[in-house]
């Protein structure tokens, strides 16, 4: 936590019911502050996303690279409207069915969006997070939040207010507790600018469910070879624990021989009769309780100084492509 550059501040950890806490919060966003805010996905940095100050404290942080743009997050379809230049029907459509929820929409941004927002781009992501309580600083704000998950560049995002307080506390004057999250992974971003709506980041809303809706959508995979970088959180070495991550095959149970004592397993099956590892995590074997629960299970090793996670294939079939996604990318670090 500590880095020579950065001056330790005070962090307040406050219940996000307990009387003054959202006042104090509102307040210190008011005054260019950062506020780790708990989102219905993943624990948000928040910053005012109209003040290039505030935004660049964001950045400062968490250590992010500034190429790295951040998502707009606003109360309402209108708030959206007002941080980009066009609101195509698509936009409409969308926000319709999943907001408030864990989709964020990559559209033309207006002149009032600070270009350290968008990462100098000419595009920015807008979300409407479904939590009540940052709903309930966004309505009292009434201007629009910049937030990246709360945790240092790089590192697994926080899904309770202690995540986020291990990696950022001294940095930042204010963690307000809400709680864990209940979707566990961050929002499926998609990008409405081309002529064919494009997920850039998967998400618990699924390509399938945007096809419901607009009747047609690409995946960005295919098309990271065009050279662009259109979604830097694209980048394979994000979402890392410490430890090292292996994806274990079919066979998986035979590696658990070679695991010595700081070796984690995370599986969707209690450990066998014979095996006496202490550190055994049975995640639910659904892609919703999986989700909820991977960045508690993956925070939970990093503190407790795991070296290696063993993490048990996934199920194919829809539902678990986007945790499938993060897990690649957390064993890709090692
Ligand atoms: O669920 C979430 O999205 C959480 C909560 C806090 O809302 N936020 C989050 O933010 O995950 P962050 O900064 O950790 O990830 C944002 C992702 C990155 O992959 C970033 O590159 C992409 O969104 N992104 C942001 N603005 C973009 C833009 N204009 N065009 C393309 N990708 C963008
Ligand atoms: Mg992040």
């Given at each position: 936590?500590?880095?020579?550059?950065?001056?330790?501040?005070?962090?307040?950890?406050?219940?996000?019911?307990?009387?003054?806490?959202?006042?104090?919060?509102?307040?210190?966003?008011?005054?260019?502050?950062?506020?780790?805010?708990?989102?219905?996905?993943?624990?948000?940095?928040?910053?005012?996303?109209?003040?290039?100050?505030?935004?660049?404290?964001?950045?400062?942080?968490?250590?992010?690279?500034?190429?790295?743009?951040?998502?707009?997050?606003?109360?309402?379809?209108?708030?959206?409207?007002?941080?980009?230049?066009?609101?195509?029907?698509?936009?409409?459509?969308?926000a319709e069915v999943f907001?408030?929820?864990?989709?964020?929409?990559?559209?033309?941004?207006?002149?009032?969006?600070?270009?350290?927002?968008?990462?100098?781009?000419?595009?920015?992501?807008?979300?409407?997070?479904?939590?009540?309580?940052?709903?309930?600083?966004?309505?009292?704000?009434?201007?629009?939040?910049?937030?990246?998950?709360?945790?240092?560049?790089?590192?697994?995002?926080?899904?309770?207010?202690?995540?986020?307080?291990?990696?950022?506390?001294?940095?930042?004057?204010?963690?307000?507790?809400?709680?864990?999250?209940?979707?566990?992974?961050?929002?499926?971003?998609?990008?409405?600018?081309?002529?064919?709506?494009?997920?850039?980041?998967?998400?618990?809303?699924?390509?399938?469910?945007?096809?419901?809706?607009?009747?047609?959508?690409?995946?960005?995979?295919?098309?990271?070879?065009?050279?662009?970088?259109?979604?830097?959180?694209?980048?394979?070495?994000?979402?890392?624990?410490?430890?090292?991550?292996?994806?274990?095959?079919?066979?998986?149970?035979?590696?658990?021989?070679?695991?010595?004592?700081?070796?984690?397993?995370?599986?969707?099956?209690?450990?066998?009769?014979?095996?006496?590892?202490?550190?055994?995590?049975?995640?639910?074997?659904?892609?919703?309780?999986?989700?909820?629960?991977?960045?508690?299970?993956?925070?939970?090793?990093?503190?407790?100084?795991?070296?290696?996670?063993?993490?048990?294939?996934?199920?194919?079939?829809a539902g678990w492509d986007?945790?499938?996604?993060?897990?690649?990318?957390?064993?890709?670090?090692?």
């Amino acid at each position: 936590m500590s880095d020579p550059g950065h001056n330790p501040i005070d962090t307040k950890i406050a219940t996000a019911d307990d009387p003054g806490a959202l006042d104090q919060a509102v307040e210190l966003l008011g005054q260019g502050q950062l506020v780790a805010i708990p989102t219905e996905t993943v624990y948000g940095l928040a910053s005012n996303a109209l003040s290039p100050e505030a935004v660049a404290r964001v950045f400062k942080a968490k250590g992010r690279p500034a190429n790295n743009p951040l998502i707009v997050h606003v109360e309402s379809a209108e708030m959206a409207r007002r941080c980009v230049a066009a609101w195509p029907s698509a936009a409409d459509r969308l926000a319709e069915v999943f907001w408030p929820g864990p989709l964020s929409i990559v559209l033309p941004k207006a002149d009032s969006v600070p270009d350290i927002v968008t990462a100098g781009g000419e595009t920015v992501a807008v979300r409407c997070p479904a939590h009540p309580v940052m709903l309930e600083v966004l309505n009292r704000c009434g201007f629009p939040l910049a937030a990246p998950s709360a945790n240092l560049s790089n590192q697994v995002s926080p899904t309770r207010a202690g995540h986020v307080a291990e990696q950022l506390a001294d940095r930042i004057p204010m963690i307000l507790d809400g709680g864990p999250c209940d979707v566990g992974i961050e929002s499926t971003v998609v990008d409405l600018t081309g002529e064919i709506a494009t997920v850039l980041r998967p998400g618990m809303v699924s390509p399938e469910q945007i096809r419901d809706v607009l009747g047609e959508v690409r995946t960005a995979s295919g098309s990271r070879s065009s050279g662009t970088l259109k979604s830097p959180g694209q980048l394979p070495l994000h979402y890392s624990p410490k430890a090292r991550v292996i994806l274990a095959g079919e066979d998986w149970k035979k590696s658990l021989g070679q695991a010595g004592p700081k070796a984690y397993v995370i599986s969707t099956e209690p450990p066998p009769a014979d095996c006496d590892l202490e550190n055994w995590h049975q995640l639910p074997a659904s892609p919703d309780g999986y989700a909820r629960s991977l960045y508690d299970t993956l925070n939970q090793c990093d503190q407790t100084g795991a070296e290696l996670i063993l993490i048990q294939s996934l199920p194919t079939g829809a539902g678990w492509d986007a945790i499938r996604d993060r897990l690649t990318r957390a064993a890709s670090g090692s």
